[in-house]
């Protein structure tokens, strides 16, 4: 069965090892395999109209679109294996997304938690924050897309993804895919370094609250340093109980591939100091040939092109999407063909 796969990162700040062990992972991983017998489809996109649902300094936001851009190769997306994209690049989105403002009702946007938790205690807040969700049901929509991989925080988001397409499809007559979820079983939520009951973000104003991929080797090993841990000594795997300690642990698995019973008996009667420092030098190791691949990728103008070519690629298929959109809802003059 032919599967299509899409899923995006917002340009909202530095990515960070959630990020990475939480998506960016599992999309190298899904990648389609070059050969002709394969008709699997991979769209992954940088969503620039989603991250300006809070304020982002102009400049700042074009330099950090092309710095995703970059880590996306760095980390294995091969350009030839799916196709790499900015979503302000492709006009389809922004006009799925009011389409499908139309479909979605107030009260289900007004039950997404990410707009509660990114709302709660603002003084203003813009619209766009509150619509986002529909926009998020238009980039998975207009690919046909049957498979999204993401963190555990995206569910919600790709629960209202489905029923906005079921809700569509009823009303217009088919015309989406209605896509599954995908999340890791370990390393969909992995959380602050300063407090383990909130999920790493890139957003968090505190810095050490996060490993961010191109952090220096030193500044890994002081964030992990400072990382909080639990009352006891001992490197034991327990969420409900050991809350920071878990969460170390499971990163430390997922860059080094050991289980997490292993490591746990090779730190067994050696203390956190120890497990901390060899965690250190394992995300280390992990990250260094990112970065260095990160750092001739982004000095290379190779970037621009793959994006050119890449929205070229999803602005066809999205046309394909919409012409069929605008018919069912009845839109335009039919002038356009
Ligand atoms: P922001 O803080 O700006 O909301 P973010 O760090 O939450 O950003 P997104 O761009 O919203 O990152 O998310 C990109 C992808 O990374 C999504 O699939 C999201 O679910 C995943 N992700 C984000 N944070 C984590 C995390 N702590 N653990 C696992 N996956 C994560
Ligand atoms: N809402 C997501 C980012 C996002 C996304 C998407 C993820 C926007 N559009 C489509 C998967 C598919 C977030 O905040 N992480």
Not at 10 to 17: A, K, R, V
Not at 196 to 211: A, G
Request: charged residues 25%.
């Amino acid at each position: 069965m032919t599967r299509t796969i899409f899923s995006g990162i917002q340009p909202s700040g530095q990515i960070t090892l959630g990020n990475y062990l939480g998506a960016l992972k599992q999309f190298v991983a899904l990648q389609p395999q070059v050969s002709d017998s394969s008709t699997d489809q991979a769209y992954y996109c940088i969503v620039d109209l989603h991250a300006i649902t809070v304020p982002q300094d102009p400049r700042e936001l074009r330099e950090r679109i092309l710095d995703l851009a970059s880590l996306y190769l760095a980390v294995g997306l091969d350009p030839k294996r799916s196709t790499l994209f900015v979503q302000s690049d492709v006009s389809a989105h922004s006009e799925l997304g009011w389409i499908l403002q139309c479909v979605a009702h107030m009260g289900e946007l007004s039950r997404m938690t990410q707009y509660k938790e990114k709302s709660e205690g603002k003084e203003s807040i813009l619209t766009g924050l509150f619509t986002y969700p529909a926009l998020m049901a238009a980039d998975i929509l207009l690919y046909q897309t049957s498979l999204v991989p993401v963190g555990d925080d995206q569910k919600q988001h790709l629960e209202l993804t489905r029923d906005l397409a079921d809700r569509f499809n009823m009303r217009f007559g088919e015309t989406f895919t209605v896509p599954e979820v995908l999340t890791l079983k370990q390393g969909a939520r992995i959380m602050s370094l300063d407090d383990p009951t909130k999920k790493m973000s890139k957003s968090n104003p505190n810095p050490q609250s996060r490993v961010e991929l191109l952090d220096s080797p030193d500044e890994i090993r002081k964030k992990f340093s400072r990382a909080v841990t639990d009352s006891d000594r001992a490197v034991r795997f327990d969420p409900a109980g050991k809350a920071a300690v878990s969460n170390l642990l499971v990163i430390y698995s997922l860059t080094t591939g050991q289980t997490i019973d292993d490591i746990c008996t090779a730190y067994d009667g050696k203390g956190y100091g120890d497990f901390k420092k060899g965690l250190a030098e394992a995300v280390v190791s992990h990250l260094q040939p990112i970065q260095a691949r990160y750092r001739d990728i982004r000095s290379s103008g190779e970037v621009e092109r793959v994006l050119h070519e890449g929205s070229l690629r999803a602005a066809t298929v999205a046309e394909r999407t919409m012409k069929r959109v605008r018919e069912r809802v009845g839109l335009g003059s039919g002038s356009r063909g």
